[in-house]
């Protein structure tokens, strides 16, 4: 982890240090443990008004006229205001993000996003950086206005990595803190107040919760709307930049190695209307109402499933209960043991219901519930309920294993920027 040094970069702004001054130094290991340092969290405004690594590590040696431009910039005015706020809270060392990473190689980039939730995390001091607000309290906000900060991918980690979060407005003026804002904030990111003010670690919310707060929020480039979200979700994936959308499913795939949190599929619950041939999201933004899908863990999963089933059923499904903890990805699908009720039944096709181990508490405690199609020995997604048929309560409730698809088409997926399709429609 590379530094900037607070007192070092202050003095040679303030002309007090030359050609001598270290303004970035790097940290690892044990070392980096013992080092208490700040972070900045803000947009970022154009590349060209930024300050690059490069720029960065070279400023000491360039000519007076290129570093007066440099300086003359937004992105340096908010390195120098930052580590003014950490000098005030005796903090030697800060992080940003712009320069601080040296984006000319692929391995540090990727290092670097695969560590920074922990970075945030291991802060001492986060700055929150709002630069479209002169508001002097973080949650008042104008009505139908949201701050841009509140808007973009990455800083969705940056608010609750961090314990100690401070807001600033335009004027870098101290507006509030998380802790005293987290009402708010919740209501502003549907991040429930308990996360906000105690962090993941205790709260252990869904994974589709997590990924509900990131439904709205952008991204410069579309794979870091997948890769901002590797800390907040516990795992690690190499960086690809250019595999588009494929960087969601690759984010998805690796949830499911990691640990067993069926809420995964609970994406699409509110559509009443369709079908997909793939049991994983295409967007984060599909799980837009999942805000308040939460994890049902072994015992309360049986309390659920025996409100709704006979002794008989119950038994069946709670005897098979070792299977439903585990779920593994194939390359022919996610291979899952579910509970599935029959409700239709036609020439080669027949749709399920699939209970899920997790529920929504904002409509009750009962499971959740997602209609699978099964076509010949094909499964789809559903997303409306089936015409309920003469016998559907009567039918039982049947642990069964399935495969269920989690890639579309392959051959449909073109690299690049239009397929050749897609060129003929612009003719």
């Given at each position: 982890?590379?530094?900037?040094?607070?007192?070092?970069?202050?003095?040679?702004?303030?002309?007090?240090?030359?050609?001598?001054?270290?303004?970035?130094?790097?940290?690892?290991?044990?070392?980096?443990?013992?080092?208490?340092?700040?972070?900045?969290?803000?947009?970022?405004?154009?590349?060209?008004?930024?300050?690059?690594?490069?720029?960065?590590?070279?400023?000491?040696?360039?000519?007076?006229?290129?570093?007066?431009?440099?300086?003359?910039?937004?992105?340096?005015?908010?390195?120098?205001?930052?580590?003014?706020?950490?000098?005030?809270?005796?903090?030697?060392?800060?992080?940003?993000?712009?320069?601080?990473?040296?984006?000319?190689?692929?391995?540090?980039?990727?290092?670097?996003?695969?560590?920074?939730?922990?970075?945030?995390?291991?802060?001492?001091?986060?700055?929150?950086?709002?630069?479209?607000?002169?508001?002097?309290?973080?949650?008042?906000?104008?009505?139908?206005?949201?701050?841009?900060?509140?808007?973009?991918?990455?800083?969705?980690?940056?608010?609750?990595?961090?314990?100690?979060?401070?807001?600033?407005?335009?004027?870098?003026?101290?507006?509030?803190?998380?802790?005293?804002?987290?009402?708010?904030?919740?209501?502003?990111?549907?991040?429930?107040?308990?996360?906000?003010?105690?962090?993941?670690?205790?709260?252990?919310?869904?994974?589709?919760?997590?990924?509900?707060?990131?439904?709205?929020?952008?991204?410069?480039?579309?794979?870091?709307?997948?890769?901002?979200?590797?800390?907040?979700?516990?795992?690690?994936?190499?960086?690809?930049?250019?595999?588009?959308?494929?960087?969601?499913?690759?984010?998805?795939?690796?949830?499911?190695?990691?640990?067993?949190?069926?809420?995964?599929?609970?994406?699409?619950?509110?559509?009443?209307?369709?079908?997909?041939?793939?049991?994983?999201?295409?967007?984060?933004?599909?799980?837009?109402?999942?805000?308040?899908?939460?994890?049902?863990?072994?015992?309360?999963?049986?309390?659920?499933?025996?409100?709704?089933?006979?002794?008989?059923?119950?038994?069946?499904?709670?005897?098979?209960?070792?299977?439903?903890?585990?779920?593994?990805?194939?390359?022919?699908?996610?291979?899952?043991?579910?509970?599935?009720?029959?409700?239709?039944?036609?020439?080669?096709?027949?749709?399920?219901?699939?209970?899920?181990?997790?529920?929504?508490s904002q409509k009750g405690s009962e499971a959740m519930i997602i209609f699978i199609q099964k076509?010949?020995?094909?499964?789809?997604?559903?997303?409306?309920?089936?015409?309920?048929?003469?016998?559907?309560?009567?039918q039982p409730v049947k642990f069964q294993s399935v495969l269920l698809p989690?890639?579309?088409?392959?051959?449909?997926?073109?690299?690049?920027?239009?397929?050749?399709?897609?060129?003929?429609?612009?003719?």
């Amino acid at each position: 982890m590379r530094l900037i040094d607070v007192k070092a970069f202050l003095d040679f702004d303030a002309g007090k240090s030359g050609l001598e001054a270290q303004l970035l130094v790097e940290f690892g290991g044990a070392k980096l443990a013992e080092i208490a340092y700040a972070i900045l969290s803000h947009c970022w405004g154009a590349p060209k008004d930024e300050v690059q690594y490069t720029e960065m590590v070279s400023l000491t040696n360039m000519d007076a006229l290129a570093r007066n431009k440099i300086q003359r910039r937004s992105g340096y005015l908010k390195i120098r205001k930052s580590c003014e706020l950490a000098l005030e809270d005796h903090l030697d060392w800060l992080w940003v993000d712009t320069c601080c990473i040296d984006r000319r190689g692929s391995a540090e980039l990727s290092e670097a996003i695969n560590s920074m939730y922990v970075w945030y995390a291991n802060s001492d001091r986060c700055y929150a950086f709002l630069h479209d607000t002169e508001a002097l309290c973080a949650s008042h906000r104008p009505r139908r206005q949201v701050y841009r900060w509140f808007s973009r991918g990455w800083t969705l980690q940056e608010l609750i990595a961090p314990v100690n979060v401070h807001f600033l407005n335009q004027k870098w003026e101290y507006i509030g803190d998380k802790q005293g804002c987290a009402p708010s904030l919740s209501v502003i990111t549907r991040i429930s107040v308990d996360v906000l003010e105690e962090g993941l670690g205790r709260t252990s919310p869904s994974v589709a919760q997590i990924m509900s707060w990131a439904a709205d929020r952008t991204t410069a480039r579309e794979e870091d709307r997948a890769y901002s979200m590797l800390g907040l979700l516990g795992v690690h994936m190499p960086i690809l930049y250019g595999e588009g959308k494929n960087a969601f499913l690759r984010l998805q795939l690796e949830v499911i190695r990691t640990v067993n949190d069926q809420s995964i599929f609970a994406w699409g619950s509110t559509m009443n209307h369709g079908w997909s041939s793939s049991f994983l999201a295409d967007d984060l933004s599909q799980f837009r109402d999942c805000s308040t899908v939460e994890n049902t863990d072994r015992d309360k999963f049986h309390r659920i499933l025996g409100k709704s089933l006979s002794k008989r059923a119950f038994r069946r499904v709670a005897s098979a209960e070792e299977r439903n903890r585990t779920f593994a990805v194939t390359n022919d699908g996610i291979h899952i043991w579910l509970p599935l009720r029959l409700h239709q039944r036609s020439t080669g096709s027949e749709i399920f219901s699939a209970t899920l181990s997790c529920y929504d508490s904002q409509k009750g405690s009962e499971a959740m519930i997602i209609f699978i199609q099964k076509y010949n020995s094909n499964y789809s997604r559903l997303f409306r309920a089936p015409l309920p048929a003469d016998d559907e309560g009567k039918q039982p409730v049947k642990f069964q294993s399935v495969l269920l698809p989690y890639r579309k088409s392959i051959h449909r997926k073109v690299r690049g920027p239009l397929s050749p399709q897609a060129r003929c429609n612009f003719s």
